[in-house]
């Protein structure tokens, strides 16, 4: 007779109402990542020294990066930035959202908001469209949107991806770009979420540091398959950002390729010239996180090696942890290749104007 | 009536009885690919040139490669090669079965074939143990069980992996190589096959060009992995040979480890010292593919940021497509660093005796 009232349910869900119930129990060196990322699952790699500059919050306080005017006087005025390119906080991780829908509209909202309260402040701001590349078509409408927009000056993806970039997948974004005389950027901290792959070829790192130490094979890939492909040759006024991706495997890189090419061109036809032609030609690298190596004169062969003269742009990463700093980061570089770097470089991808006669005469 | 013996079977098997019977309906350009590679989603990456030399084919005929006694006489005397480190021809590829039992047992015999057919025939091949790395507590017994072959010189593994190879999945291996004194050897080809992870973060290359292009970004994920996990730390005379996955790339790497590391090393507090001194001293790299850049002084400059006096070590690749002549390959270098790559450094890590007398005083 009991058995007819006997119940068992063998799934019932408690909680730990708040994060810090938790903390008795775990060791002390897990505290602040638990607090910070609790299961951590979808954020996964999890900064010891966090990811922002803590002398960046904004004289109102909020996020590092999100009041325009403080980003002028904190960064730019004392450091005599003449153009910034804003590429957002992490916005490129819409594009691996699972649902294309949301992505779309979110990207929109993204740009919308982005004209709305920063390119009016300052003719110094320059905008990064921001799209969802995994829907290739609404990708190329939103940069027909947008591509107007005279303070909009290029197209930019995160470097996390399902698809290498080279893929024929891609190709509308790269012939909406070019109709609009748009740059497209590709900028890591994707690698591994949502429904990109796995960050390295053979799965996923255990930390941060891993993590971060091997984001350039990611841009090793998207370089090797945009040439591979063709798209250079198919889409040839189109040119590419790799921003904070790393500088010194370039060498290698192109090595590698044109060796290979000599063998094996048969399985590209449509390549002309040697794969490091079109990369010269074709792909600028930014140079935050600058490589250190402890002589400073191997960097320097090293910007001899990748053409640096015609294809390294600087770039800061401010308001983040690794921010290399303009006034000392090129320093030691022979002075025309550090002023390309610093600033000729990238006003003739962007089609800036040049600096004004009076800073001119100040520097000479 | 007629409705009750009306049937429609939806999945009736119909086959293409010979490839060559596609040919007619199929372009010319893709009947070699075809007729060597069918659909080939498994071997998938189909080089144009074939991966092997077509003048390596032993006197009898057969498979370039497949007799010892060919080998001495094709390329070891010509050459003056004193040692050669047999990798074997792919059989790293049955770790990423997904049978752990059959891999195992394929693992076994490749190991005892080799001792019965190749390293009684002649002092100079010394071989690597095959194991099955997916399954690392059986790969611990079969290297104790092949590690008392005076012949056999280290432990061998496919580069393509399900993680990265610092991963504590594979302890287990490492443990077992330090215990038998024999370096642990990684050796690409099988990025993107089986088990194995995307051959990049961002998924498959279209064609083997971008495929073998991009190869070297799974050996900076092992190469990373294996310092950040604190493999060297925790078998400290552990040594790993990275084998034909490029060489140029790691400066990059080192330094920018080290940077990383500045920052970062809360998170790997069993690091005693900086990320690219480990691999100094336990990462030797073989050379072949050998970047060949247009100016040569290039490579020299790579060799001494990545201290290649220490750690690289020559190797042809025969009789592989893209087999590096010993008698060319490193002309143009210092003549103390040329012996360093072309043999000593090799000796030293593998305990072979020094040149005799006779040639030493030859080539003096």
Known sequence: MRA???????DVHNAIGKLKDLLPYLPKVWHQQWLESGIGVHGQYYSPVGVLRQDAV????????????FVLKHYMEPNGIDYAILTGGGEQGISLHADPD????????FNDWLADNWLGVSPKFKGSIQIN?????????????MGQHPAMV????????????GNRFYHPIYEAAERNGLPVAIHPGTEGKGIAGAPTPSGYPTRYMEWHNILPANFMTHINSLVCEGVFEKYPKLKLVSIEGGIAWLPHLMWRMDKNYKALRDSTPWLKRLPSEYIVDHVRVTTQPIEEPAKPEHLLQIFQMMHADKIAMFSSDYPHWDFDNPKVVLNGLPRELKRRILGLNAAELYGFPMLDEQKEAELA
């Open 58 to 69: 904004p004289d109102g306080g909020g996020v590092p990066g999100s009041d325009p005017r």
């Open 133 to 145: 590349h995994s829907d290739p078509a609404a990708a190329a409408k939103e940069i027909d949107r």
């Open 102 to 109: 949301y992505a779309n509209a979110v990207a929109s909202a």
């Open 4 to 10: 007819e009232s006997f119940i068992v349910d063998t």
């Open 154 to 165: 290029q197209v930019v993806m995160g470097s996390g991806a399902r698809m290498p970039y």
